[in-house]
């Protein structure tokens, strides 16, 4: 082992740091009392917005849903939105479709013999 160098901490020398030379460290300002203060006052003095007022929105319901509130299968739905036929529908997006409770009950109403 005559040829191995020791890498151990004891025989490293520590670095000495030139005057001009700035560390990450350095750069890193402590904040002052007074900066804590007015964060302080900032935090009181934040204006509340008001709630908002909760929206009532009607349940729409989905073809599954509204089969079985109907008692029928979805099958039988999309034919009739096909034909034009059955309870009116709206559609949320491009290829989604829903049913309103208030337009299944008048659909029913309507139905009745």
């Known amino acids: ?63 599954a849903e509204a089969a079985l509130y109907l008692n029928l299968k979805p099958a039988t739905l999309k034919s009739w939105r096909a034909k034009g036929a059955g309870p009116a529908f709206v559609k949320r997006a491009a290829r989604l479709v829903g049913y309103t409770q208030a337009a299944l009950d008048a659909w029913l109403a309507g139905e009745r013999r």
């Open 1 to 63: 082992m005559a040829g191995r160098r020791s890498t151990t901490n004891a025989r490293r020398r520590p670095r000495s740091k030139a005057p001009q030379q700035l560390s990450l460290l350095d750069l890193i300002e402590a904040p002052d009392a007074r900066d804590a203060e007015s964060a302080k006052s900032a935090r009181k003095t934040r204006v509340r917005r008001p709630a908002k007022a909760a929206v009532e929105r009607p349940v729409v319901f989905t073809p």
